[in-house]
């Protein structure tokens, strides 16, 4: 009776991150920056309104702030090289991007809805419509980076 050769071994090892400039120009890394800024803005101006509806931009201030903080980290993580530590950095990093996509659809839609409501202060109305816009960018950000980062 032959011995039967062993099934290759076949690992998916997760694709290696660019350093330096080339992480800002390859996709899905491209799209961290451009949601900190885009995410910044929108904290920014919510906070330059001078949060007029609380219970509205209360959330809106919550979702862009802690975004914006996370997403820093994930940014200082990929420029230091922290991630090479950890075997699952892809999955929490899909999920976090997911999860920040769906909370900041939300937060966009109450910070229109204050945009809405607040036709009546000229200026105010101005930096809420900044800042939905800002937010309904930076939702798509998040979640175009977390479907691109699943599919890498």
């Known amino acids: 009776m032959a011995a ?31 949601e900190v800024i885009c995410g910044f803005w929108v904290w920014i101006l919510v906070a330059a309104t001078q949060v ?18 996370i997403s820093l980290v994930f940014l200082l993580s990929y420029l230091l090289g922290f991630y090479k ?10 999920l976090y991007h997911g999860t920040t996509g769906i909370l900041y659809m939300s937060a966009a839609v109450l910070q229109a809805h204050a945009t809405i409501i607040s036709e009546v202060m000229v200026e105010k109305y101005y930096l809420n419509t900044a800042a939905t816009l800002f937010a309904f960018i930076t939702t798509l950000l998040y979640i175009l980076h977390a479907f691109s980062i699943y599919y890498h």
């Open 85 to 94: 530590r950890f075997d699952s950095w892809i999955v929490l990093d899909s």
């Open 4 to 34: 039967r050769d062993p099934p290759p071994v076949t690992s998916h090892a997760p694709p290696e991150v660019p350093s330096g400039v080339a992480l800002f120009l390859t996709i899905p890394y491209a799209f961290i920056l451009p």
């Open 52 to 69: 007029t509806y609380p219970l509205l931009q209360g959330w809106v201030m919550y979702v862009s702030l802690t975004s914006f903080l």
